[in-house]
């Protein structure tokens, strides 16, 4: 048993240092950092969306953001998709799951808002069609997903060197801690 849990925990260490040791990778996170930042400057929103962990893992983020994490600020406009329960159930029922994200996006959304998809495997169909629908409002695209994700059209995809869905979400929120801290820092400190 212990030595189990010796091995996920080494798994776990591996996925961090090959982004630890990614320069390609860090440049990205680098490349989020200050698209984001520039957003919430000019007054714009970031929008987030995944399904399942990714779901959870979007609003702990826009919890962040909206919230605080470091520094006592005036609260950034950002939003999980998924936590409108009513306008989910109701987009999934009369249209089709594929859609619940791509009409909040398209209600939502404006020229330079910001979009994190959130998916791991990089084939969620209803994060795509967000992707899509935001690429058609002008807004930019910030995707993270597994090592087997496609870009979709994103602006920037950061990709976790994993295939293991928890190595990757446990990875969003190392790298979603680190954007949403030094957004913050560069917004108010």
């Known amino acids: 048993m212990i030595q189990d849990l010796k091995s996920i925990i080494s798994d776990h260490q591996r996925c961090i240092n090959k982004i630890l040791d ?7 996170v680098q490349e989020s950092i200050t698209l984001i930042t520039q957003a919430f400057k000019q007054n714009k929103k970031v929008l987030i969306c995944g399904n399942g962990g990714s779901a959870s ?3 702990h983020l826009a919890a962040e953001l909206s919230g ?12 999980a998709l998924h936590v409108n329960t ?5 987009i999934a029922n009369d249209y089709n799951y594929e859609s619940i994200f791509s009409r909040i996006v398209e209600a939502k959304g404006h020229q330079d808002d910001i979009l994190i998809a959130l998916t ?23 995707l993270i997903t597994g090592t087997d994700g496609r870009s979709n059209n994103s602006d920037i995809h950061i990709k976790i060197p994993s295939t293991i869905t928890e190595r990757i979400q446990e ?4 790298l979603g801690h680190i954007i949403c801290e030094k957004v913050e820092s560069n917004l108010f400190s």
Do not use: C, F
């Not at 990614?22 to 990205?28: A, G, Y």
């Not at 791991?120 to 795509?128: C, K, Y």
């Not at 990875?171 to 190392?174: E, R, S, V």
């Open 120 to 142: 791991t495997s990089g084939r969620s169909q209803n994060v795509l069609a967000a992707i899509e629908t935001a690429k058609s409002k002008g807004l930019k695209v910030l």
């Open 171 to 174: 990875a969003y929120m190392l």
């Open 68 to 79: 605080k994490l470091k520094i006592d600020r005036p609260p950034l406009n950002a939003e």
């Open 86 to 90: 009513a306008a989910l159930t109701a």
């Open 57 to 59: 893992d979007a609003e």
């Open 22 to 28: 990614d320069p390609t990778l860090l440049s990205l």
